[in-house]
């Protein structure tokens, strides 16, 4: 597909231009055998839901699919430099090969450095087709500089490898993901049309279910967070997402149930705007409701002020939150951070202590 066609579909116009915040984000990692060596550092604007997704996946992998001797946070911490590379590779052929349908995987690279602004820079775009997953994450280790690297674009080329994955005999499906809604990135009304901050829902569907439907995180509007049931992909995967919005009179959108529970407790987190992870290092959370009484869930911001791993403790059968039930629980007497109102919609009533840390997000 030419430049004018990408831009097409991302955009649903030729004029808008992907913003610098767009094209100088790459997949770094923090320092190897750190408090966070397991976390990408943080993007700016849009950008920061593709990386915070990705993590996510970054996060399942290294707990939970990898070959280790315990799964716990010490254990990420350790992390070095060359797992830190597989982790990603791995991470991005998931992704990749979930949008192919389970049976592909497309990976673009630029085969001549870029000059121009993306997508018109990449006229030197070359896309490597795999039919097993095993072969596109062996190739995109063996090119991992070429999304880690500065200079590379690589949150792009990774966004145009997921299109590409999307596809079935050259005609994008994302095109029939999307039918007649907004486009999936949207522009900001500047002089030149630039993507900058806005990454909509059809993004995040297509990082966590493998489709861009604007609907695949879930279905309609409720009153109130918890209530009712969305329609939404009816098989658990591998990350879950769990979403609040804090805007005055505006009604949370509920989210999928298959997504509220994936099968390992990971969560790609959509939070007034912000996105980050939550995690638990127990395998048997989300399977044994013995578990799901006290539990502890770690939160990974990517703000680049956060050295540490937040550590939050969930107690389900601890109520003293709802003392006053006729403030609602983001009245002014209830007003509670949204990663916790986001918790409760996954565990209602639930009791969030941040364990000494200032509660944020």
């Not at 279910?209 to 967070?225: C, K, V, Y």
């Not at 039930?325 to 941040?354: H, K, Y």
Request: aromatic share 8%.
């Amino acid at each position: 597909m030419a430049p004018k066609g990408l831009q097409q579909l991302l955009f649903r116009n030729t004029t808008s231009l992907f913003g610098w915040e767009w094209a100088a984000a790459n997949f770094s990692f923090h320092p190897a055998h750190s408090n966070l060596a397991y976390a990408l550092q943080a993007g700016k604007g849009g950008t920061r839901a593709i990386l915070a997704a990705v993590q996510a996946h970054i996060i399942t992998y290294l707990l939970f699919t990898r070959d280790t001797e315990r799964t716990h946070l010490e254990r990420l911490c350790r992390v070095g430099r060359r797992e830190q590379g597989q982790a990603l590779a791995t991470a991005l052929a998931e992704t990749l090969w979930a949008a192919g349908g389970g049976d592909r995987a497309v990976v673009c690279l630029v085969t001549a450095p870029v000059t121009a602004t993306p997508p018109e820079g990449f006229r030197q775009i070359r896309l490597f087709e795999f039919s097993e997953k095993a072969a596109a994450q062996e190739f995109i280790s063996d090119h991992i500089n070429c999304f880690e690297g500065e200079g590379n674009h690589g949150v792009i080329l990774f966004l145009f490898s997921l299109l590409f994955s999307r596809t079935l005999e050259r005609y994008l499906l994302v095109q029939e993901d999307l039918g007649d809604t907004a486009p999936l990135l949207n522009a900001m009304p500047v002089p030149v049309p630039a993507v900058t901050g806005l990454c909509p829902q059809a993004v995040l569907s297509l990082l966590l279910t493998g489709r861009a439907s604007p609907r695949g995180l879930g279905g309609h509007r409720e009153p109130g967070a918890g209530r009712g049931e969305a329609a939404g992909p009816g098989q658990r995967g591998p990350v879950g997402f769990l979403r609040w919005e804090r805007a005055p009179g505006q009604r949370q959108v509920s989210v999928s149930p298959a997504l509220r529970s994936p099968r390992v407790p990971v969560w790609l987190c959509s939070l007034s705007g912000r996105h980050g992870v939550l995690f638990g290092t127990d395998c048997r959370l989300l399977s044994d409701w013995k578990s799901e009484r006290l539990f502890q869930l770690y939160f990974c911001s990517g703000q680049q002020e956060r050295t540490r791993t937040a550590h939050l403790t969930v107690d389900t059968h601890s109520h003293h939150w709802e003392e006053a039930p006729r403030e609602g629980p983001c009245s002014p007497g209830q007003r509670r951070p949204a990663l916790e109102m986001a918790i409760r919609t996954r565990w209602a009533g639930a009791t969030v202590s941040w364990n000494g840390t200032d509660p944020f997000f």
